[in-house]
């Protein structure tokens, strides 16, 4: 697993990493732009909306919300990848911060109409997941969602068979989702929804 040195490292070779994985429509990115572009479409289905990034990296989708409108607040753990989002979005709120340490206080305090987390809360084990998603529940609006775009599979059968696939690069030290379990164990907590994408990745809606 990248920590943050790893991150920044990578942070200049990042998007050009992610589109030859698509393009191959290889895991793990197979499926990268078409999650983006739902993810994008949901959110600017309101105007001027308070959007939260969880993991923005480079601003790929961030930006363009930025760009049309939308007031972003945002989370990352690489300070280079902030600097790079920071100059295509001058005023949003960016702070650097680690997930795994919970929320800071900044963003506790607000309350936002989407709650956005692109291929980042797999570094977050399942457990940590489920208590990390119950968290953003808290800081949605009454009309709020949650969009997760990352590497996921229907069920465990699928994971598996995605992995013995690609087991001369697939990362142990990532926690993939799997939709039929974390819609279990949020069942009484909020609705959620999964819109496969590719054979490796999708979308996760969630309301309250």
Not at 98 to 122: A, C, Q, V, W
Request: proline share 2%; net charge negative.
């Amino acid at each position: 697993m990248l920590n943050k040195q790893g991150f920044n490292l990578w942070a200049d070779n990042y998007d050009n990493t992610v589109q030859i994985s698509e393009e191959n429509n290889e895991y793990p990115f197979a499926g990268y732009k078409q999650i983006l572009n739902v993810i994008f479409n949901e959110v600017m289905q309101k105007n001027c909306s308070n959007v939260l990034d969880i993991g923005f990296g480079t601003g790929l989708l961030t930006s363009k919300l930025y760009e049309n409108g939308q007031q972003i607040n945002g989370l990352d753990f690489s300070s280079k990848m902030i600097a790079i989002s920071k100059a295509k979005m001058p005023e949003a709120h960016l702070i650097e911060w680690d997930i795994s340490k919970g929320l800071p206080f900044e963003i506790i305090e607000n309350r936002y109409d989407s709650i956005l987390s692109t291929y980042t809360m797999h570094h977050l084990t399942d457990e940590e997941k489920v208590s990390f998603i119950i968290k953003l529940l808290s800081l949605l609006k009454e009309e709020g969602q949650i969009f997760i775009g990352d590497i996921s599979f229907q069920n465990r059968e699928k994971l598996n068979i995605c992995r013995q696939e690609n087991l001369h690069h697939w990362d142990d030290d990532e926690f993939y989702f799997v939709f039929d379990e974390l819609k279990s164990s949020l069942a009484n907590v909020c609705n959620c929804k999964f819109y496969p994408i590719s054979h490796c990745g999708g979308v996760i809606i969630i309301s309250k």
